[in-house]
Nanobody
């Protein structure tokens, strides 16, 4: 089981920036995927960005060009740099870790979530 601890959420004005961090611990095997999802009130959870252990990234269209995901493999930590924040980015952001066999996710873990609020 992998444990995930997030940090870095908060309140920011539109156009501002925040950096989220997620540190993983426990039995971490490669290859793997780490990433961020978000859930706004009354909406379904949606993908924000993911990064594989070999550095391949995937972004939601809504954040491309504004958000950057990166990882420090030595520290088992993933980061989400969020620039040009908009009020519609307001949500609880959750970190995830998983491995894949084909399209099946195994060893999936989730963090507790961190609130990001963007004021207009």
């Amino acid at each position: 089981q992998v444990q995930l601890v997030e940090s870095g959420g908060g309140l920011v004005q539109a156009g501002g920036s925040l950096r989220l961090s997620c540190a993983a611990s426990g039995f971490i095997f490669s290859p793997n995927v780490m990433g961020w999802y978000r859930q706004a009130p009354g909406k379904q959870r949606e993908l924000v960005a993911t990064i594989t252990s070999d550095g391949s990234t995937n972004y939601a269209d809504s954040v491309k060009g504004r958000f950057t995901i990166s990882r420090d493999s030595a520290r088992n930590t993933v980061y989400l740099q969020m620039n040009g924040l908009k009020p519609e980015d307001t949500a609880v952001y959750s970190c995830t870790f998983y491995q894949e066999i084909g399209r099946i996710r195994i060893n999936e873990s989730w963090g507790q979530g961190t609130q990001v609020t963007v004021s207009s």
